[in-house]
């Protein structure tokens, strides 16, 4: 029963995707909602800011656990390791406002389409549902599977045939309004959040909260000057952060706010075609694309026609896409696993720019909304930037700790302060008030906001280098970065192929290669009909525009794009390309090539193919071109030469990239359809006609680049859509696997009947030189690199078919090969995400550089994804870089890890500050004194305020250091450098408290301040003398407060410069001319301060003359404690040397998963497998290894 009723208080909202929420039901009970009131007025409002804080605490007290079927409040709480919570009224949808002809008493369902959410979400006859509404999507109650769904997207169960059966004439008017009511309006709203809302969030931050009750207290005490300086900072600090919000608010409302008014033409089944406001969209809903530039205001699905569209603004590439309809099969399986990964070709997304539309025959395009509102791509990405993912990283984590850390620090003073002043039997007004003033004094509230400067100065420094950020708490994870996967074209490669060579095959056998450029035209052929004609490309503003692979490819044939195709071409062809011999091409016996039909490329398929007709014949001709293995096995075996494979890896083994083509003459009837054409049909029973030979250079950046990475130990891989060959060699050639490193390819099998999946590992044909070469450390060739634990003779490289098989039979087997692989060919988006995803788990911080397209889902997954993109924000990556080479990648570590270790520094500095404050008050208490209003005021505001704003100006270090900074604070060299310091200004600031004792000049109670002209010691004044001083001077002036306050302030100078460490990931100090001109000038000030023998400034500072000696000593104190401070920190803590010494003496070991793996490799004399093959056990994740031993020619 207990089990019963947890089931049905707490399931799963997103079940598997990236926003998963548990959801918990509750119900207001009104005993305990009277408790609360009673509790918020009693406690003057601070249960309630407690209940703000922690919105589960609210529903706890407020509310008695229940189903999520009678809840009125549910309670959300992500899956992630924050376990953040908020809380969800629930909301009921009244249908019963609308005059439907369904009415109460009616049987019939409110939509036609009887698999709708909608339908199973409404109670009769009230005819209402539940509804609540998370990050702006809504989820309406499902009675049938007792769980909220999300509405305003089309139901993914829909095959092809039922979307055009059911959707594609349209829906009635009624059921418009149905779905208009339940779904809400299709816009994308980002309403400019009013100020007072916005102050409001800053102003019940906890900080600042905990700033108001310092700055009560010190009112309280009269600090006045003080208080009014924290109030100005604390306003203008808040101001800005108010007025920085509004402008991101405002920015991202104009961003989307234009695309939310669209003008788009929508059929009816009753009233036929109008035109209405995107807004009033609604899933199912038909519109005609009728040619105009349109910019999509929801997500659509083609049913009829063909449009090129630019999909930039959501993978910042700017190629235009063709997009081509959905097919009208009978075929059972939803309409996504039918057309598997390739399902976006027939997908128009919200946002994307509709350029040209094609229309079937007489009618226009047409599509059906998939999903309108926040559910669309576009609503998805400006979701991402509202609700943005929290990072997880231990430095935000140990800064709560360390704040937790002082408050006990606090609590142990408001302890000792409350046994002094009780015991010197004074009013119990006097001994809260100093009591929490000493607590305040231990805990700086200043840390959070510092924390945030280091990364506001990185992100401007990699805004100038053209390097922009979406999520700038993400920086200081650069910093840790330890793995970067490169994906190939584009990225280390040039973006532009240059067309190399053809070799044509010709009855089985290949021809002799023709090389590019040539001074004679291609011949015509069915090789130059592919080349016309097998291409996406289109002419926009009288320019050819497409995949520079295809524009390469069209541009060696010397043939154009007829701009103006219209002609009339076949039964049903009205806007067809046409392509026609230029000036330049070989004569041809055609007039021009039209092509009719396009099965667009893709990822997944790793093929395209287009129909097309010679102008003026009857006969149909299909093309296809692709990667060779995959386009060979579409093709009759005896059209495929024997020597194929050889003459393949031939090319691929030097670094070319190499597609096949390959034809077919199509049987049609004269008045076929081609929207009804097959494509597995189609793509069947071909001739090979040859393979197409491309250059891809690599950029002139990428060697030096990588070189820099792998001396800096940051692991490179290589994460590639291309052939596994092709992949290897550029890896060589870029030197992400050096000479002299063994290849291993890995090539995993699917069971097949009752063999088990198997894995052989094959040695590459270059590395079998080595096979008998001792392990060697890895080398370069310009400086030794000794990777630290690392081995990296061996390399494994695979393909993503043989990914997915590891992943899915030998699991147990992957941490091995990730920890030695380097070469991943043919992988599919989804298998980059899961391979970033994979390593990340062996506690890898990856970084991902790609540009933008097909690397959307690992450029979200990696730690820092990098997208290349002359965009200034790809929705696919935290990072864009304008500058389209891998340079990027070294100079964002660089930044991370000066931002991190100035995110430290200035964590270590305002510790340490608030223990200095800490231990001078503390003594001061002892005899019932206290620092003056100016002496906090200068050590608060002329010291720590401007310390904290210009410390982490100092740049990154131009050479990346061959180890990263601490991920941690609490780590040991950080503590024991706080720790340490904090010993010595025990020491320092106790000795000068006692010394000052024991002076012959020293009285305990003085008055007299100024100092006589003649005589530099100062005249004891008797005790009675201080009568006539007020109160507040005889609470500070004293000389133990005359020695301690230069002792601390002074003290706070040392510490920030000793703090401000250069070298190896920073410049040095004083390359920060604003910090080292500050700190100049902070000390001439305190020593002016504390030398000067002016009465007016002794009068104001509330100091007591001392002898000029005693004020020698007082420096010479502080000289020591920098000196020993200074060598303690530089000499000791900062020695890397002397720390991999301690942890090889204690038998220290890293517990990074990938370090586990790398020292258990190490032991084991069986790997790496060479030369054999491996099968899985059935039905279980384990492998027994079955040796087959396949003898190698060497042999």
């Known amino acids: 029963m207990e089990e019963n009723l ?83 009224k629930v909301t009921w949808v009244d249908l019963s406002t609308l005059a439907l002809p369904f009415g109460s008493n009616s049987d019939g369902p409110p939509v036609a389409d009887k698999d709708s959410v909608i339908n199973r979400a409404v109670m009769k006859p009230q005819l209402k549902m539940r509804c609540i509404q998370v990050q702006k999507i809504r989820y309406i109650w499902d009675f049938s599977v007792k769980e909220f769904k999300k509405v305003g997207s089309l139901e993914d169960s829909n095959t092809c045939h039922s979307i055009h059966q059911k959707f594609g004439a349209g829906l009635t008017k009624e059921e418009q309004k149905i779905r208009q009511l339940v779904c809400g309006p299709n816009a994308i709203e980002v309403e400019i959040r009013p100020i007072w809302k916005l102050l409001f969030k800053q102003i019940l931050n906890p900080f600042y909260v905990f700033q108001a009750f310092t700055l009560t207290l010190w009112l309280i005490q009269g600090y006045t000057e003080y208080s009014v300086a924290i109030i100005i900072l604390s306003i203008v600090s808040v101001g800005l952060t108010v007025y920085d919000l509004r402008q991101q608010s405002t920015k991202l409302h104009d961003l989307v706010e234009e695309h939310n008014k669209v003008q788009v033409t929508v059929c009816t ?87 040209q539309t094609k229309a079937t025959g007489r009618e226009p395009a047409r599509a059906i909304v998939l999903q309108t509102g926040f559910n669309t791509a576009k609503g998805d990405l400006v979701r991402s930037i509202l609700y943005p993912k929290p990072v997880n990283f231990k430095l935000y984590g140990d800064t709560f700790k360390f704040i937790v850390g002082l408050s006990v620090i606090g609590v142990f ?55 922009f950020c979406i999520s700038p708490q993400r920086i200081n994870i650069c910093g840790q970065i330890n793995l970067v996967c490169f994906d190939k074209t584009g990225t280390l490669t040039e973006d532009g192929l240059d067309l190399w060579g053809i070799i044509p095959s010709e009855g089985s056998r290949f021809q002799k290669i023709r090389k590019f450029p040539s001074s004679t035209p291609l011949p015509w052929g069915p090789v130059c009909g592919a ?14 525009q497409g995949d520079p692979l295809d524009l390469k490819m069209f541009e060696g044939t010397h043939w154009e794009v007829d701009d103006s195709s219209t002609a009339q071409v076949g039964a049903d062809a009205l806007d ?29 398929l790793q093929r395209m193919s287009v129909v097309s007709q010679k102008i003026g014949e009857e006969q149909y001709d299909l093309y296809m071109k692709g990667a060779p293995e995959i386009v060979s096995s579409f093709c009759r075996q005896e059209t495929v030469p024997a020597d194929f494979l050889k003459e393949l890896k031939t090319y691929t083994s030097q670094g070319f990239r190499v597609i096949a083509l390959a034809h077919k003459v199509l049987n049609l009837g004269k008045d076929v359809h081609m929207s009804n054409l097959e494509r597995e049909e189609a793509e069947s029973g071909l001739a090979f006609l040859g393979l197409l030979v491309m250059e891809n250079r690599l950029k002139q950046e990428t060697k030096p680049v990588l070189q820099e990475l792998a001396a800096a130990h940051i692991r490179n891989v290589m994460v590639t859509g291309d052939n596994l060959q092709t992949a290897v060699t550029v890896a060589r050639n870029a030197g992400m696997i050096h000479t002299g490193s063994k290849v291993i390819l890995i090539e995993a099998s699917e069971p097949e009947g009752s063999a088990p999946a198997s894995i052989a590992w094959q040695l590459a044909e270059d590395s079998k030189a080595n096979t008998a070469a001792p392990r060697e450390v890895c080398a370069n060739t310009e400086e030794k690199i000794t990777l630290e634990g690392e081995t990296c003779n061996y390399h494994f490289a695979m393909n993503g078919k043989s990914y997915q098989v590891i992943l899915k039979h030998f699991y147990k087997l ?75 990648v070294p100079e964002l570590i660089r930044e991370g890890r000066a931002a991190l270790v100035a995110s430290f520094a200035v964590v270590k500095y305002l510790t340490l500050y608030g223990l200095i404050q800490f231990v001078g008050t503390a003594l001061l208490f002892w005899q019932l004194q206290i620092f003056g209003i100016y002496q906090y005021l200068i050590q ?46 025990i020491i320092m600031q106790t000795c000068g408290f006692l010394l000052v004792k024991q002076q012959p000049w020293y009285v ?45 302030s002074i003290n706070d100078i040392i510490v920030a410069f000793v703090f401000s460490k250069g070298k190896p990931f920073r410049k040095p100090i004083y390359t920060n001319y604003v910090f080292s001109v500050l700190l100049a000038l902070q000390l001439a000030i305190c020593l002016f301060l504390f030398f000067a023998d002016i009465d007016a400034v002794y009068s104001g500072m509330q100091f007591l003359c001392t002898p000029v000696i005693w004020r020698v000593y007082v420096l010479l104190m502080l000289l020591v404690t920098f000196c020993i401070s200074f060598f303690t920190e530089d000499v000791i803590l900062q020695n890397k040397h002397l720390w991999l010494l301690l942890k090889a003496w204690f038998g220290y070991q890293s517990k990074s998963q990938y370090r586990k793996w790398q020292r258990m490799l190490q032991r084991d004399p069986n790997w790496p497998p060479i030369n054999r093959k491996d099968f899985a056990a059935k039905n279980t994740d384990e492998v027994y290894i079955n040796p087959l031993y396949e003898r190698s020619e060497g042999d």
């Not at 070709?345 to 720019?353: A, D, P, S």
């Not at 929490?436 to 280098?465: H, N």
């Not at 026609?580 to 997944?604: D, M, T, Y």
């Not at 609470?1035 to 005359?1042: A, F, P, Q, R």
Request: glycine share 6%; charged share 20%.
């Open 814 to 888: 992957l941490p091995k090969v990730l920890v030695n692989a380097t070469v991943f060919a043919r992988m599919s988006p989804g298998q980059k995400s899961s391979l970033v995803e994979e390593f990340q788990k062996l506690n890898y911080y990856v970084g991902m550089c790609g540009d933008g397209a097909n690397d959307c889902g690992a450029l979200k997954m990696a730690h820092a994804g990098i997208s290349l993109s002359e965009q200034e924000a790809s929705v696919a990556s935290p990072f864009t870089s304008q500058i389209p080479n891998i340079q990027c």
């Open 531 to 544: 080349m016309v004609s097998c291409h996406l490309l289109v002419v926009l503003d009288k320019k050819i």
């Open 576 to 604: 067809t390309c046409i392509v026609r011999p230029g000036p330049k091409a070989s004569s041809a016996p055609v007039e021009g090539i039209a092509i009719l039909h396009q099965f667009p490329f893709s990822s997944g």
């Open 1004 to 1048: 305990a109670l003085a008055s007299q301040r100024h100092c006589s002209p003649g005589n530099q010691s100062a005249s004891p004044s008797s005790p009675a003398g201080n009568g006539t001083s007020s109160s507040a001077q005889s609470t500070v002036l004293s000389y133990e407060d005359t020695t301690l306050w230069p002792l601390s």
């Open 6 to 88: 947890w089931k049905d208080h707490c399931v799963l909202l997103n079940k598997d995707e990236e926003n998963e929420l548990e959801i918990f039901g509750y119900k207001t009970q009104g005993c305990r909602r009277a408790l609360c009131i009673a509790g918020y007025i009693l406690s003057c409002g601070a249960l309630l800011l407690l209940f703000y804080w922690k919105p589960e605490w609210d529903v706890w007290a407020n509310c008695i656990r229940c189903s999520l079927e009678e809840a009125d409040i549910v309670l959300l709480r992500t899956t992630d390791d924050f376990q953040r919570y908020t809380r969800k």
């Open 940 to 985: 608060d505001v002329i010291i720590t305020l401007l310390v904290c704003l210009t410390m982490s100006l100092t740049e990154a270090y131009p050479k990346l250091a061959p180890y990263r900074p601490p991920s941690q604070l609490i780590s040991p060299p950080l503590l024991l450098s706080i720790i340490l310091n904090v010993c010595f200004t």
């Open 413 to 467: 003073g408001l302890i000792y302060t409350v046994c002094v002043f009780v015991s010197h039997k004074k009013p119990v007004a006097d001994v809260v008030a100093m009591a929490l003033l000493l607590l305040t004094v231990a805990v700086p509230p200043a840390i959070p906001a510092a924390l945030t400067t280091g990364t506001v100065y990185a992100q401007r420094r990699l805004k100038k280098k053209k390097i």
């Open 269 to 355: 089944k009753s009233e036929g075609c109008k035109e209405v406001q995107s807004c009033y969209l609604v899933p199912g809903d038909m519109f005609l694309l009728d040619g105009k530039k349109l910019t999509l205001p929801c997500d659509a699905v083609l049913i009829d026609g063909s449009c090129v569209v630019n999909e930039g603004t959501l993978t910042g590439e700017s190629i235009p896409v063709t997009k081509t309809p959905l097919p009208l099969t009978e075929s059972p399986m939803p309409w996504k696993t039918h057309s598997m990964e390739d399902y976006r070709r027939h997908v128009l997304f919200c946002g994307t720019e509709v350029i």
